[in-house]
Structures are given as structure tokens and as C-alpha cells.
T-cell receptor, first 109, second 116 residues
Framework: SQQGEEDPQALSIQEGENATMNCSYK?????LQWYRQNSGRGLVHLIL?????REKHSGRLRVTLDTSKKSSSLLITASRAADTASYFC?????????FGAGTQVVVTP | ETGVTQSPTHLIKTRGQQVTLRCSSQ?????VSWYQQALGQGPQFIFQ???????GRGNFPPRFSGLQFPNYSSELNVNALELDDSALYLC???????????????FGPGTRLTVT
């Protein structure tokens, strides 16, 4: 079973637009991480937000965390074709890093 | 600084055979985790190794086993392969983490295993 669930499953936008995806999780966490995966290859860590943080920025990425709702969101601003990838949230539960099923993002020129 | 590497890149095996996948961790990392990723799904945690000992395991049968060596590289062995074992196998390294904390993991490019 997967701890996190991303929504939507897939997202198609044009270059320059913003992309927002959400992650819901089930148990309490110390932190939540977002990863990107290009074309079924290895995952790349994007950002980690701790449970006592509400918002975090990294370049064009903005992550929010609402521990009362057990949810997080990832916003990519001014998207580029190179942002085309699958995005996963991950939380650590009982010592195991658990991933959701991901949001597939396609950015068209 | 060398990143995480995995070998082979692709592998085709027959049902019932055994397979060994290899991973070299990033320099300075002493913890290695293995994940199975089926098509269209997120990675599923198989197990983690720290200082050559298994340190946490997901819901995978005993025919999935591993090793970690003194240089922190690692192997994943799967016996009696089944068709459902076809997947992308990812290795990730990180500094040591406790059950209550977490650092980012550095992933290798993966090994695509096809079982026919």
C-alpha cells in the first residue's frame, strides 16, 4: 500500500503556465519530500519540507504543507518543456520511505 | 563526487531464474535502499542496508534478498523470478537516517528487469 496519493494523476499544460499537484498522506510525519522522475529513470530529489514548516520555496518550486489536513501541494511556476516528468511525494513511515503513485506532467511548447 | 550507479541497465530473464542487480552508492553515503517500481506506479520500498546489515524491509517475500559490502555498494538478489517481478529496480543512497528523521535520497538510473 502507498502512504501518499497524488492528485491529479496527469496534468497537461502549456509552457509558461503554472502546474499544481497535491499529495495526501495517512499517518503523522516528520517531513515530506517531493521527487521528479524523467521517462522512467531515476528519481531526483526536489525539496524537503519539515512538519513544522508551512511553506518552502526552491527556484520555481513552491511547496506547502498542511499537517492538519495531512496534505501537501507542489507548485511549479512558469513551466518549461523540461519540466515534463512524473512527480512523486514521499513520506517516511516506520522507517520506510513511501511514495505515492505520482502525477504525470506534460508541458507542451 | 560520484553519483549512484547501477548495473546492468536492462536485463531479460526467464521465469524461475535468479538475478543479481548491483548498485554503487554515492561517495560518503553509508545507507542504501532498494525500490521496485512497476509501470505507472510509484516506487515500492524493498529493503534498506546500513553498515552491511538489513535495516528495514517492505512487504516483499524472502526470495528478495540483498547484501551491502564494506565499501557500501550493494546487491539485490531475486530468486525464482515471476512474471510480476518485471519492473524498474531503483537503488538510492543517503547518509544514515533514524526512523524519526529523513534525508533526501540520491537515486541511481535504475535497472529495467523483464521476466518472460
Amino acid at each position: 500500500s502507498q502512504q501518499g496519493e497524488e492528485d491529479p494523476q496527469a496534468l497537461s499544460i502549456q509552457e509558461g503556465e503554472n502546474a499544481t499537484m497535491n499529495c495526501s498522506y495517512k499517518t503523522s510525519i516528520n517531513n515530506l519530500q517531493w521527487y521528479r522522475q524523467n521517462s522512467g529513470r531515476g528519481l531526483v530529489h526536489l525539496i524537503l519540507i519539515r512538519s513544522n514548516e508551512r511553506e518552502k520555496h526552491s527556484g520555481r518550486l513552491r511547496v506547502t504543507l498542511d499537517t492538519s489536513k495531512k496534505s501537501s501541494s507542489l507548485l511549479i511556476t512558469a513551466s518549461r518543456a523540461a519540466d515534463t516528468a512524473s512527480y512523486f511525494c514521499a513520506t517516511k513511515t516506520r522507517g520506510k520511505l513511501q511514495f505515492g503513485a505520482g502525477t504525470q506532467v506534460v508541458v507542451t511548447p | 563526487e560520484t553519483g549512484v550507479t547501477q548495473s546492468p541497465t536492462h536485463l531479460i530473464k526467464t521465469r524461475g531464474q535468479q538475478v543479481t542487480l548491483r548498485c554503487s552508492s554515492q561517495s560518503g553515503h553509508n545507507t542504501v535502499s532498494w525500490y521496485q517500481q512497476a509501470l505507472g506506479q510509484g516506487p515500492q520500498f524493498i529493503f534498506q542496508y546500513y553498515r552491511e546489515e538489513e535495516n528495514g524491509r517492505g512487504n516483499f517475500p524472502p526470495r528478495f534478498s540483498g547484501l551491502q559490502f564494506p565499501n557500501y555498494s550493494s546487491e539485490l538478489n531475486v530468486n525464482a523470478l515471476e512474471l510480476d517481478d518485471s519492473a524498474l529496480y531503483l537503488c538510492a543512497s543517503s547518509p544514515w537516517t533514524t526512523s524519526s528523521s529523513s534525508y533526501e535520497q540520491y537515486f541511481g538510473p535504475g535497472t529495467r528487469l523483464t521476466v518472460t
